[in-house]
């Protein structure tokens, strides 16, 4: 996590400040006494309020803004520029934008250990992701096998290259370290050796027995590549075989 790592102050950063500070003094117009410190704002600074809370929690913030942190005059509530404590927009918990989910894509879930836990079970925020789905992935519970929802169905009627924001442009793993070639040989689902006639599992057996049909899903209704890139023509003639 980024954060509180402070830079030693350099001798020339000394010495201007020290210049600095000989200037003539501002106008307390100008220079009015503030509580928090000017770079409370910016999200880069380690002083930057939002860092604050994910380090050590919202609680020291109630004493002026409120036990509730619905602000506190001449303290602001916390609900007036985002979600409350939590710094969330308002609109994050579901589609579209902005959208939690597409945060964790863009960036992994790891941005969300510091007030969630490392477990995302809660953390000192006590809302785990467990609550409304199975965990930091996003993914529904039941995912992984079939009967529904299971990933394979899902694949089938859209693809598999959505995937590829958390398990890699490769389907290795990415952000998320769980590979498409763990369970499988890869995005396609498909078993080891699936082009290989000797093979106990052959996609011609199985083309014999059930028909082209099934492979339209992703291979195209023209069987010419769909989203896969693999057309049945690359090897033979069509769908049939050689
Ligand atoms: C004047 C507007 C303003 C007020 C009032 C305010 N915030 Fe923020 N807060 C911001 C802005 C702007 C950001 C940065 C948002 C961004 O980067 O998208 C932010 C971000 C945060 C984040 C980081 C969110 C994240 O995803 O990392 C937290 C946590 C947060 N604020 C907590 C608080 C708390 C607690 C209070 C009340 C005590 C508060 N804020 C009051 C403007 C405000
Ligand atoms: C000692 C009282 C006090 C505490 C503690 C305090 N605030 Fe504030 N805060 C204020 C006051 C007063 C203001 C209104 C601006 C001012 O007078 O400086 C303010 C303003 C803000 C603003 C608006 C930006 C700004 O600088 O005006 C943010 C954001 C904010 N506070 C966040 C927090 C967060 C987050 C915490 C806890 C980590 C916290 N504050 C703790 C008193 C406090
Ligand atoms: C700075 C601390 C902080 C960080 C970082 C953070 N959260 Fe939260 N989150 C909270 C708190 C606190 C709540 C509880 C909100 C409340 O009770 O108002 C919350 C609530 C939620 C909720 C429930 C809906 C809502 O708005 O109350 C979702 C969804 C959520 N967080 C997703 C995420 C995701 C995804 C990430 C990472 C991309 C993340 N959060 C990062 C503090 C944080
Ligand atoms: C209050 C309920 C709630 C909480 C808590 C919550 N989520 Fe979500 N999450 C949702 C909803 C609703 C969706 C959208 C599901 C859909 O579109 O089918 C979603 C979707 C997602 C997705 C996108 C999945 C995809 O396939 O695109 C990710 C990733 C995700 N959440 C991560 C998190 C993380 C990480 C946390 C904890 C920090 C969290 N969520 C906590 C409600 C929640
Ligand atoms: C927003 C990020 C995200 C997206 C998009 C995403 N995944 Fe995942 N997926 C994850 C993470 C993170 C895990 C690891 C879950 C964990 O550690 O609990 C995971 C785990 C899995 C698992 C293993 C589940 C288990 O219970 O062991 C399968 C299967 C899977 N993903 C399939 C897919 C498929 C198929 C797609 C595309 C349709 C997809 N995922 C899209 C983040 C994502
Ligand atoms: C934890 C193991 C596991 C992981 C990881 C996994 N899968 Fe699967 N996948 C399965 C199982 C089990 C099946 C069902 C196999 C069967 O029915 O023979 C399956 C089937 C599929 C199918 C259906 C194939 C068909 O012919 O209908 C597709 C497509 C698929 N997975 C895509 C993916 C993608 C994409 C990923 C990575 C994002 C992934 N899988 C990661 C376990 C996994
Ligand atoms: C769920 C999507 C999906 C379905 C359904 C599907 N395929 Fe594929 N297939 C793929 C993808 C994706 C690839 C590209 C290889 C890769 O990246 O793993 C592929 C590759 C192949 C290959 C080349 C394998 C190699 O090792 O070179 C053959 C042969 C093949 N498919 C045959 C079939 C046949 C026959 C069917 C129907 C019985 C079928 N596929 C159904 C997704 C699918
Ligand atoms: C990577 C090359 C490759 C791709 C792509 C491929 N096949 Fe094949 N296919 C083969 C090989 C090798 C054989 C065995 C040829 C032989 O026995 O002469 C075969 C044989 C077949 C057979 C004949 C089985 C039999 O016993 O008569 C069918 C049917 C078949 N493939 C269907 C498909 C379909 C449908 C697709 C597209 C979804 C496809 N193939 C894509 C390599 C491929």
């Known amino acids: 996590m980024s954060g509180t790592k402070r830079w030693p102050i350099s001798p020339a950063l000394l010495v201007l400040g020290l210049l600095a500070s000989c200037a003539e003094p501002q106008s307390p117009g100008d220079n009015p006494i503030r509580v928090h410190p000017a770079s409370w704002m910016n999200p880069q600074s380690a002083d930057f309020h939002g860092t604050r809370v994910a380090m050590d929690t919202p609680e020291a913030c109630k004493s002026c ?49 510091t007030c969630h836990g490392a477990d995302y079970m809660g953390g000192w925020a006590e809302v785990s ?13 039941g995912w992984a096998f079939p009967p529904s929802p299971f990933h394979g169905d899902y694949v089938r009627a859209n693809d598999a290259l ?4 958390c398990h890699g442009v490769d389907w290795r793993g ?11 040989n890869g995005p396609s689902g498909h078993p080891e050796n699936w ?15 059930d028909g082209p049909e099934p492979c339209q899903d992703c291979h195209g209704a023209d069987y010419l590549g769909g989203w896969t890139g693999v057309s049945c023509y690359d090897c033979h003639d069509g769908p049939g075989g050689p």
């Open 65 to 113: 803004h409120g036990d509730d942190y619905m602000g506190d005059p001449p303290a602001p509530s916390c609900y007036e520029c985002h979600d409350g404590p939590s710094g969330h927009p308002s609109d994050w918990p579901f589609p579209p934008s902005p959208f939690h989910g597409d945060q964790v894509a863009a960036g992994g879930s790891e941005q969300c250990q």
């Open 129 to 141: 992701c467990f609550d409304c789905h199975d965990g930091p992935s996003g993914h529904p519970s």
């Open 162 to 165: 959505e995937c590829r924001s």
């Open 174 to 184: 990415g952000w998320s370290e769980v590979s498409c070639y763990t369970c499988h």
């Open 195 to 209: 082009a290989l006639p000797s093979a106990p599992l052959f996609h011609g057996s199985v083309v014999v027995a």
